[in-house]
Each structure stands twice: as structure tokens, then as C-alpha cells.
């Protein structure tokens, strides 16, 4: 059964970075597209981030904030978050692009703390 697994949430100061994990359990190459997505209270989960083969691609709203890259060995997708805001306090996951319903984790929760 594939599985993605996040981590790498915390809690941060506003201005600060963190870098979240996505491992999955059989070669990410096999997926189409893989991407972050978030789920702030109270607020519909949204695509923020995606990488494919070919290219990168980001929510407007977060571009230039956000990097998503992978490392193929270790089958883990990243995604590196720069000058962090309180609105970016959310639960983070990933998952194909577009999503498959199975594959959804239990995210890592991103706190910002002002």
C-alpha cells in the first residue's frame, strides 16, 4: 500500500523557514505530479505547491516564499518555507496533483507564532 508520510512541522517565529518531508513508500517517480497542499482551521485544503518531471509550480499568493524540490534516492519530496507569516499557520500535507483520496497523511502541523 503506497503511503506519504509528512513531517517536519513546528513551531516558528514570524520571518523564520522550515522545511517539511514528504517520504513515500515506493518511488516518487511513479507519480505524475506530487505537491504540498495546506488546510488552514477552518478553510478548505488548497494546492500550494507541485513539482513534476519538468517543473515547479506555486500558489500565487505564496510564490517567492516557497521551494519544492525532491531527492529521488530517498523517494522525499520537500518543500523549504521562507519568511513565515501567522497566516501561514496551517496543517501541511502532500499528495499526487491532483490528489488521490487515499493517499492523504495526517499532515504536519505548522504553527507561526508572531
Known amino acids: 500500500q503506497v503511503r506519504l508520510v509528512e513531517s517536519g512541522g513546528g513551531l516558528v517565529q514570524a520571518g523564520g523557514s522550515l522545511r517539511l518531508s514528504c517520504k513515500a513508500s515506493?518511488?516518487?517517480?511513479?507519480?505524475?505530479?506530487l505537491g504540498w497542499y495546506r488546510q488552514v482551521q477552518g478553510k478548505e485544503r488548497e494546492l500550494i505547491a507541485y513539482?513534476?518531471?519538468?517543473?515547479?509550480n506555486y500558489v500565487d499568493s505564496l510564490k517567492g516564499r516557497l521551494s519544492i524540490s525532491r531527492n529521488g534516492a530517498e523517494n522525499t519530496v520537500y518543500l523549504q518555507m521562507s519568511s513565515l507569516k501567522t497566516e501561514d499557520t496551517a496543517v501541511y500535507y502532500c499528495?499526487?496533483?491532483?490528489?488521490?483520496?487515499?493517499?492523504w497523511g495526517q499532515g504536519t502541523q505548522v504553527t507561526v507564532s508572531s
Open positions: 499528495n499526487t496533483r491532483p490528489h488521490i483520496r487515499h493517499l
Open positions: 515506493t518511488n516518487i517517480f511513479s507519480f505524475g505530479a
Open positions: 513539482i513534476t518531471m519538468h517543473d515547479t
